[in-house]
C-alpha cells in the first residue's frame, strides 16, 4: 500500500527557533497533501492544504506567516514552525494523496515540544 | 459547521468481546464517511468507508452503516482480538470525498486477552 514518511518523527526546540518537518510520499506521487494538528485527546485538526508547484491553502485561524508550507514536488511537502513557542507544541500530521482512489494516506506523525 | 462527534474512551474489552464505538455528525450536503485506525507509533489507516446513505462498509470483521436518518456511523465487531487494539478515529469528507477530511477525537482500545 501507498506510505507516507514525516521526518523526524520527535523534535524539541528552544522558543524563538524554527523547526521544518517533512512529508514525504515514498511511493506515489502526492498530488495534494494535507497538514493536521493533534492536541492531547482532540482529534486533528486541518491546517492546509497544498498542491504542488502552488501556494497552500490555510485553514481559518491558521497563521500561515508562522506556518510555512511548501510543496515542491510530487513527493515531499515542507512545514516550517516559524519563531516558535511552547503553545506551538503539538502533534503533527501529515497526509498526502494521489490517483488512483484519491484516498488520504497519512504520515506516522512528528511530535513537537518547544521549551 | 460540520462535525464528528465519537465516543469517548478508552474502551477497555476482552477478547471476543462485542465492539460499538458510537459515531455522529453534522454536515451540510452528503458526506462521504469513513473510520481510520491508528497503531502505536503508526499513521491513521482507512479501516472502511461508506459514501452514501445505507451503505455499509466493512474491513476485517469491523462493519458501520451510514445512517442518514440518525446521522451515524457506528463501528462494531463481533469478536474483538488483542491485535485490535488501537486509536479508533471516526471522519466524514466534505464535498462528498475525501478533498477535507473533519475527524472526531478518537476512541482508544485496548483489548485483553
Keep these: 500500500g501507498a506510505v507516507v514518511s514525516q521526518h523526524p518523527s520527535w523534535v524539541i526546540c528552544k522558543s524563538g527557533t524554527s523547526v521544518k518537518i517533512e512529508c514525504r510520499s515514498l511511493d506515489f506521487q502526492a498530488t495534494t497533501m494535507f497538514w493536521y494538528r493533534q492536541f492531547p485527546k482532540q482529534s486533528l485538526m486541518l491546517m492546509a492544504t497544498s498542491n504542488e508547484g502552488s501556494k497552500a491553502t490555510y485553514e481559518q485561524g491558521v497563521e500561515k506567516d508562522k506556518f510555512l508550507i511548501n510543496h515542491a514536488s510530487l513527493t515531499l511537502s515542507t512545514l516550517t514552525v516559524t519563531s516558535a513557542h511552547p503553545e506551538d507544541s503539538s502533534f503533527y500530521i501529515c497526509s498526502a494523496r494521489g490517483p488512483p482512489g484519491n484516498e488520504q494516506f497519512f504520515g506516522p506523525g512528528t511530535r513537537l515540544t518547544v521549551l | ?113
Design chain 2, 1 to 113: 459547521g460540520d462535525s464528528v462527534t465519537q465516543m469517548e474512551g478508552p474502551v477497555t474489552l476482552s477478547e471476543e468481546a462485542f465492539l460499538t464505538i458510537n459515531c455522529t455528525y453534522t454536515a451540510t450536503g452528503y458526506p462521504s464517511l469513513f473510520w481510520y485506525v491508528q497503531y502505536p507509533g503508526e499513521g491513521l489507516q482507512l479501516l472502511l468507508k461508506a459514501t452514501k446513505a445505507d451503505d455499509k462498509g466493512s474491513n476485517k470483521g469491523f462493519e458501520a452503516t451510514y445512517r442518514k436518518e440518525t446521522t451515524s456511523f457506528h463501528l462494531e465487531k463481533g469478536s474483538v482480538q488483542v491485535s485490535d487494539s488501537a486509536v479508533y478515529f471516526c471522519a466524514l469528507g466534505t464535498q462528498g470525498g475525501s478533498e477535507k477530511l473533519v475527524f472526531g477525537k478518537g476512541t482508544k482500545l485496548t483489548v485483553n486477552p
